[in-house]
Nanobody
Framework: VQLQASGGGLVQAGGSLRLSCAASGRTFSNYVMGWFRQAPGKEREYVAA????????IYADSVKGRFTISRDNAKNTVYLQMNSLKPEDTAVYYCAAAYSSNATPLGYEYNYWGQGTQVTVSS
């Protein structure tokens, strides 16, 4: 699976962004999709994941209630709607695909990774 993330940018605190991740190469609906992020000097952390059918989602506590993950299997795309952004959300955001049945927060369970898109939230 090839993954191409887009939609990052610079936004003020309290603002919103929507990230997209377009997949190609294999059957998109066979994969759990996840979003991860990595801030400068920090380890990569899990943000959100969505089950293959889109019927089940999970979120990191730090983004719960502010971020929404969704997918459109007809368009081979997963989205991350980010609202009420905070400066601590600043990071490179990565989408990833896991050949799995259940949404998982564990990075090592993801088989494919996109190139990342920068999100910067100014205070």
């Amino acid at each position: 699976v090839q993954l191409q993330a887009s939609g990052g940018g610079l936004v003020q605190a309290g603002g919103s962004l929507r990230l997209s991740c377009a997949a190609s190469g294999r059957t998109f609906s066979n994969y759990v999709m996840g979003w991860f992020r990595q801030a400068p000097g920090k380890e990569r952390e899990y943000v959100a994941a969505i089950r293959r059918s889109g019927g089940s989602t999970i979120y990191a506590d730090s983004v719960k209630g502010r971020f929404t993950i969704s997918r459109d299997n007809a368009k081979n795309t997963v989205y991350l709607q980010m609202n009420s952004l905070k400066p601590e959300d600043t990071a490179v955001y990565y989408c990833a695909a896991a050949y799995s049945s259940n949404a998982t927060p564990l990075g090592y369970e993801y088989n494919y990774w996109g190139q990342g898109t920068q999100v910067t939230v100014s205070s």
